[in-house]
């Protein structure tokens, strides 16, 4: 069956410093990844969509960026954290229409 | 913006089954309905999909109505691991790689 697992689950960063957020995939191959942002008591935001190595797609202007280094790796970086980057990480990988989701990362910027 | 509406809040008595209503109203015909849930602090968990016919596995049921511009979820018995924020979400194209438009949700409680 396939498994999909974030780390850390928790972060705790300064304004100005940087992030790396990690995604991986087992248990299928060449998925579709995704990166989702809540806010608190807010919906999804989907930040990042990847169809294959090397390939991103961004849904939202910001200062994170995405990467996809191996076929079941999926990376969310920024080099300056913002107070508004604060919110809840979610990956998620889909094999053809139906999305499913990581435990998530919860992100302060202070 | 999300092109589902939900009540924002529901409460159902433990053992009975929840009835989660959402209006779609402007959906295309190629767009699927799905449901999902979060339990606080966790990832959304998938529930069910469906496009215009009713659907129905181990967790609930789905019941789209002929116009397609509603639909409901059926939690048959719920329990009180049942509460958590549902949300009922319209699939978009292929050539969007099947986004995800996502609103607030329903707040299911689940009382004793």
Redo the contacts between chains.
């Keep these: 069956s396939q498994t999909i697992h974030q780390w850390p689950a928790t972060l705790v960063q300064p304004v100005g410093s940087p992030l790396s957020l990690e995604c991986t995939v087992e248990g299928t191959s060449n998925p579709?990844l995704y990166w989702y942002r809540q806010a608190a008591?807010?919906?999804?935001?989907?930040l990042f969509?990847s169809?294959g190595i090397g390939q991103i797609?961004s849904?939202v202007p910001q200062n994170l960026s995405a990467s996809r280094p191996q076929d079941r790796q999926f990376i969310l970086s920024s080099k300056k954290l913002l107070l508004s980057d604060s919110g809840?990480y979610?990956c998620?990988w889909?094999a053809w229409?139906?999305?499913?989701?990581?435990?998530?990362t919860?992100l302060t910027v202070l | 913006d999300?092109k589902t509406t939900q009540p924002p809040s529901m409460d159902c008595a433990e053992g009975r089954a929840a009835n989660l209503p959402c209006n779609h109203s402007t959906i295309s015909g190629n767009e699927?309905v799905?449901w999902?849930r979060q339990i606080h602090?966790?990832?959304?968990?998938?529930i069910i999909?469906g496009l215009k016919n009713n659907e129905t596995n181990e967790m609930a049921s789905l019941i789209i109505t002929e116009d397609r511009k509603s639909s409901t979820l059926i939690l048959p018995h719920a329990t009180l691991r049942d509460t958590a924020v549902y949300?009922c979400i319209v699939?978009g194209p292929m050539d969007s790689?099947?986004?995800?438009i996502?609103?607030?949700?329903t707040k299911l409680i689940i009382k004793p």
């Design positions: 579709n008591g807010r919906g999804l935001q989907l969509y169809v797609s849904e809840f979610l998620a889909s229409d139906t999305q499913y989701f990581g435990p998530g919860r | 999300a699927y799905y999902y602090s966790q990832g959304p968990q998938y999909h949300y699939r790689n099947y986004q995800l996502w609103g607030a949700g």
